[in-house]
């Protein structure tokens, strides 16, 4: 399985981007997907995550209410929509998938075995 991450970029404070995560093989909807986050000196952090079904979603406390992330299965991609963006929220952003055989949501990256290459929001004040 390969992931491509895209849709990443520079934009002022309190606006807004859309992450694309595209993944190539068999059994996506079967595996759950997330967002994960590195900034520049600071250990990657647990940003989103979606179940297999899509049913069961997660986020990290610092953007409930302005991240919303969702998938579909038919096209094989997950997205993470991002608005009212903050200084903060500048980093590098990695999709991430578990293994076909686990579509439950976990916040430790070591329970992902897909990486994207990662994509680059900054946000400027």
């Known amino acids: 399985v390969q992931l491509q991450a895209s849709g990443g970029g520079l934009v002022q404070a309190g606006g807004s981007l859309r992450l694309s995560c595209a993944a190539s093989?068999?059994?996506?909807?079967?595996?759950?997907m997330g967002w994960f986050r590195q900034a520049p000196g600071k250990e990657r952090e647990f940003v989103a995550g979606?179940?297999?079904?899509?049913?069961?979603?997660y986020y990290t406390d610092s953007v409930k209410g302005r991240f919303t992330i969702s998938r579909d299965n038919a096209k094989n991609t997950v997205s993470l929509q991002m608005n009212s963006l903050k200084p903060e929220d500048t980093a590098v952003y990695y999709c991430?998938?578990?293994?076909?055989?686990?579509?439950?949501?976990?916040?430790?990256?070591?329970?992902?075995?897909?990486w994207g290459q990662g994509t680059l929001v900054t946000v400027s004040s």
């Open positions: 093989g068999r059994n996506f909807r079967t595996s759950a």
């Open positions: 991430a998938g578990r293994h076909f055989t686990n579509a439950n949501i976990a916040v430790d990256s070591v329970a992902y075995v897909y």
């Open positions: 979606i179940s297999g079904n899509a049913i069961n979603l």
